[in-house]
Nanobody
Framework: QVQLVESGGELVQAGDSLRLSCAAS????????MGWFRQAPGKEREFVAA????????FYADSVKGRFTISRDKAKNTVFLQTNNLKPEDTAVYYC???????????????????WGQGTQVTVSS
């Protein structure tokens, strides 16, 4: 069993940066991928970024590529999402998730992730 707790979300202005954190309790095995998703009001939850726990391979949604960076600290069981040049359309609740059996095909799919955090709110004002 893995429990995930996100932090770091807040109200910022367009162009600002935020660093979101996801602290994981429980064992994260080498087969895992860790992902960030987001959900804006009235919209479906969408993939943002993911990283494989062992090799550190990264994957990004086109909408955030070049602005967001995902990383992990294996010693601290923590995943980070550095968000730069934030835009109002980045406003959403950001969720951390864990996929126990990483595949390239499934890493962007919500259904691949078995464990989810409660989310952290990011609001970007124009």
């Amino acid at each position: 069993q893995v429990q995930l707790v996100e932090s770091g979300g807040e109200l910022v202005q367009a162009g600002d940066s935020l660093r979101l954190s996801c602290a994981a309790s429980g064992r994260i095995f080498s087969s895992y991928a860790m992902g960030w998703f987001r959900q804006a009001p009235g919209k479906e939850r969408e993939f943002v970024a993911a990283i494989t726990w062992n090799a550190g391979l990264t994957f990004y949604a086109d909408s955030v590529k070049g602005r967001f960076t995902i990383s992990r600290d294996k010693a601290k069981n923590t995943v980070f999402l550095q968000t730069n040049n934030l835009k109002p359309e980045d406003t959403a609740v950001y969720y951390c998730a864990a996929d126990p059996t990483f595949t390239v095909v499934g890493v962007r799919e919500r259904s691949s992730y078995d464990y989810w955090g409660q989310g952290t709110q990011v609001t970007v004002s124009s």
